[in-house]
């Protein structure tokens, strides 16, 4: 097993960039750590269901182990709403099987295509880190198995140095084995959705900053063609579980998933169907359609996974791929430090189809966990000539106001900008040294942002 490995290109979600890796697929523990033992590549860093956007999961040259053979449900208690399963279960997969009995996942990313481990790993937050933090914070612990040898199981409690560093370590102190984590009850699969139009950033967010705390869940879809004293125009989505008894009386099970309509986009879109001429026609549709309304009941999965109904939709990009930019920046100067952002991509003339603003509450213990408290902004940009020296302005527009880059997203930033922005690299170095004394676990991305030395 440990020669058994299949050398191929492999792409984040975003199709850039790609790198030839030598792919292993364990389908046991035993399996998995015949391959780390072994030494026949370099160095290893996991792979879940690749839908970090960069080059996180890639390892150029070395070795990719792949989760997927290793998602087994392993034991649940129905009244504590505790979880125990292998890392390579998807968030798909707890859903599937446990909407149904009630439970919901305590934070989720836009997409239920991502592995348990790469939830940790990245440790993802959602539209209700204003009110709950990322999904660490309903972690309580994983066995983790590490280069150095040995299986430590880690908590709040428990190795605490080391469980607050593989939140957010995106698979560099260990390989996640298995996690425990406390589901959250829900009476429905439905939500109450409240939609409300915002004239220009400084409306959203005084909306947010007024009213949020009344909404489990927040987010704005966010105009970024807009100028002058429409900049930042958005709509703004915010909701509530449904309660059962709330629900219409033609929904005869409240906890059975709703009809939808599934879609493949079987083909890559031309690289000039997104510019700014399409995308402002879009942003105008979407902003006149979405009128202000209350207590709208929407399903869970088009609330949370509107882009999952679209099987591929990374091929709207086209073959060059696409670069998801997702900034966080502090309460203090946040506005500002958003409206430069804006006002330099209206400038470029780069069309972000999707942009996505969300207010973050506090941080948390994690060393290389991305949210602060204060705000994010998600921007998808096809990857085209000029984007790089663009990408690299605005890292140091978000450093000037004390913000910081998402690593699950990121696949350009520089190592100084990187060191910049994360100031407890130093100790996550230091506590990855320890476990990984032989540097085993790596991945393009670590050496890119020189979380590992070259």
Known sequence: MADDFITQPLSGWGRFPVETCN?????????????????????????GMGR???????????????????????????????????????LAEILRYFLPRGFFLPVTPGTKFVSVGGAIAADVHGKNHHQDGTFGNFVLDFMLLTPKGGILSCSANNNREIFWATLGGMGLTGVILSARMKLRPVESAWMQVDYLQAANLEDALRMMTESDIRYQYSVAWIDCQATGRHMGRAVLMRGNHAPAKELP????????????????????????????????????LYYTLHRNAVRQLVDLETFFYPLDAIHHWNRL?????????????PL???????????????????????AVLKRFGKSNPGLLSFPIEGYTLALDLPVSSGLIPLLHELDGLVLDYGGRIYLAKDALMTAPTFRAMYPKLEQFR?????????????????????????
């Open 23 to 47: 792919v292993y697929r364990p389908d046991s523990r035993r399996q998995l750590e015949a391959v780390l033992e072994s030494s026949s590549q370099p160095s290893f860093i996991s792979y």
């Open 52 to 90: 970090s956007y960069g080059d996180a999961p890639l390892n150029a040259q070395g070795g990719v182990i792949c989760h997927s053979r290793l998602n087994r449900f392993l034991a649940f208690d129905a009244q504590s709403g505790v979880l125990e399963c292998e890392a390579g279960v998807s």
């Open 249 to 284: 009386a033609g929904i005869r099970d409240p906890l059975a998933e709703a009809p939808r309509r599934r879609w493949t986009l079987p083909f890559d879109f031309p690289s000039l169907a997104l510019n700014s001429l399409t995308v402002r026609a879009f942003n105008s």
């Open 317 to 329: 990009y086209g073959r060059r791929g696409f670069v998801q930019y997702q900034s966080a920046l």
């Open 332 to 354: 203090v100067g946040g506005l500002e430090g958003l409206k430069k952002v804006l006002t330099r991509l209206a400038q470029s003339r780069r069309a972000s189809f999707l």
């Open 430 to 454: 230091a506590i990855k040294n320890r476990l990984d004394p032989q540097g085993l676990l790596s991945s393009s991305q670590a050496r890119r942002v020189g979380i590992i030395e070259k």
